[in-house]
């Protein structure tokens, strides 16, 4: 099994500022997208927050990659392609395997982090180069609307997003910087995707992670203890 740590949503590059925590809940702010797109942030209900998180760079009719998708139902839809997708392919994420999404957030005037704010179960995967399913048109998923790349992918499963910002879903230590993760015990060193570095692992449980990159991917095998991490860390989003 393996547990991918996936990159999401408005940073200092795109979007220009971190996501908003509103009342308690993260609320991920897709990046923007001049193309490929039937959806704008004013139709998600995200106009007024795009707009502040960008300094007025982006409102409410301007269009956003959104992706994941999280449906009503439970599930969630998500794209890969290119780069990224070919690194997912060579690690050999596939069924079985869970996406934990994270991303730059702030509260307030509180420091910006990252922390993850949803999931996907990996049931089901779908490449487009033959064409995308109707459904998947019909629901207008950016993937299926225009090929992004020659590989491009769909994954779908169940998934779901959190409502509430708890501390178990916080990556980033306490006063930063947001790159400086406090990581779990079972991630070691040659155990994550990207992060190969001696110097990125430091004492206390650290991680200095990656400052742009997609995908991380952890290779936990049948190991116990990242099992049960990772179900620690869905029960927290489920019940949020």
């Not at 547990?3 to 500022?17: E, N, V, Y």
């Not at 982090?113 to 950016?142: K, N, Q, S, T």
């Amino acid at each position: 099994m393996r547990i991918i740590f996936s990159r999401k949503g408005f940073d200092s590059a795109a979007g220009g500022g971190p996501s908003p925590i509103i009342d308690g809940r993260p609320v991920s702010l897709p990046i923007p997208v001049g193309a490929a797109s039937q959806t704008s942030y004013g139709s998600l209900g995200l106009g007024e927050h795009a707009a502040h998180a960008s300094k007025g760079k982006l409102g409410a009719d301007d269009l956003c990659h959104n992706d994941p998708m999280f449906l009503p139902d439970g599930t969630c839809v998500f794209g890969q392609s290119g780069a990224a997708q070919t690194h997912l392919e060579r690690q050999g994420v596939g069924k079985g395997d869970v996406f934990l999404f994270f991303g730059l957030f702030r509260e307030g005037d509180g420091e910006p982090h990252h922390r993850i704010f949803g999931y996907l179960e990996v049931e089901e995967m779908v490449p487009l180069a033959d064409g995308a399913p109707r459904e998947l048109v019909e629901l207008g998923h950016p993937h299926a609307l225009a090929m992004h790349h020659r590989n491009d992918v769909i994954y779908r499963g169940e998934g779901r997003v959190a409502t509430r910002a708890s501390d178990m879903l916080r990556l980033t230590v306490p006063r930063g910087p947001v790159t400086l993760w406090q990581r779990p015990n079972w991630l070691k060193r040659g155990g994550l995707s990207y992060h190969d570095r001696a110097d990125r692992w430091l004492r206390g449980g650290r991680l200095k992670s990656v400052a742009r990159g997609q995908e991380f991917v952890a290779d936990v095998g049948k190991r116990s203890e990242p099992r049960k991490w990772l179900a620690r860390i869905l029960d927290e989003i489920r019940a949020s």
